[in-house]
């Protein structure tokens, strides 16, 4: 498995909307995409900074899993992303070397990627996900 760089970090957020000020007013971002992942449960904004993107995550529905995260331990960072080069490869490499799975192939994420998470458990208690770039 090849990490080429972090792809980008996740913030779980009540309200995008709510949070655009600090982002851009304060720290001079710029948002750039903002979308929803119906299947997920999830609107998503992105912002970049330098090379890596940080991306806020505000569910869409009480059983998403970001509300879930927000109602168990409150806002703030969710998960970290890191690109690769084949997802699905690399979660047979884990797998092998015994690190716990949340997704066992590849699926569909914000921004076109293909994306597949790793348990906490098994990440020294970071949530870790796998992003795969369309070619």
């Known amino acids: ?4 760089h972090i792809e980008h970090i996740g913030i779980a957020v009540k309200s995008i909307e709510e949070q655009l000020p600090y982002y851009e007013g304060v720290l ?5 995409n ?9 609107k998503t904004a992105f912002f970049m900074v330098g090379q890596t993107k940080i991306e806020l995550l505000e569910p869409t529905g009480e059983e ?4 879930k995260f927000i109602e168990k331990r ?7 992303a890191y690109a690769t080069e084949n997802v699905n490869g690399a979660l047979k490499e ?6 716990r799975l949340i997704d066992r192939e590849s699926r569909a ?8 998470f790793l348990h906490p458990k098994s990440t020294g208690g970071v949530l870790t996900e796998l992003c795969e770039h369309p070619e």
């Open 1 to 4: 498995m090849k990490i080429t």
């Open 28 to 32: 001079g971002l710029k948002c750039y």
């Open 34 to 42: 903002i979308e929803t992942v119906e299947d997920q449960k999830v």
């Open 64 to 67: 998403s899993t970001i509300a």
């Open 74 to 80: 409150g806002e703030g960072i969710h998960h970290i």
């Open 94 to 99: 884990l797998e092998s070397k015994e690190v």
């Open 109 to 116: 994420g914000a921004e076109g990627l293909r994306i597949a």
